[in-house]
């Protein structure tokens, strides 16, 4: 029985059935669906970082000293409420 199956295994090539074709076909299939769409994805998001390099490199200007208190760090100091408080002088003591 053995001398068959190494008989079988060295001489000539496996037949298989229409079923088992198919089967082996339908996965073949499948690995090449799974490969093209991590290749898509990986170029997908490799094509977004790039626009987005380029954009932010070469077109983006930052806006720089605005007008808004929110971009003046000092603002709430400046801001009169009303009360003078001279130089040196303590407000608690009021």
Do not use: C, F
Request: aromatic share 6%; hydrophobic share 40%.
């Amino acid at each position: 029985m053995k001398e068959k199956e190494a008989g079988a295994e060295r001489g000539k090539p496996a037949t298989y059935t229409g079923d088992k074709k198919a089967r082996m076909a339908a996965k073949t299939n499948k690995k090449w669906v799974r490969l093209a769409t991590v290749l898509a994805y990986v170029l997908s998001v490799s094509l977004a970082a790039i626009v987005l390099a380029v954009y932010y490199s070469l077109i983006w200007q930052p806006v720089r000293g605005g007008s808004g208190p929110a971009s003046q760090p000092h603002a709430a100091a400046s801001v009169d409420r009303g009360t003078s408080v001279s130089p040196g002088a303590s407000a608690i003591g009021k």
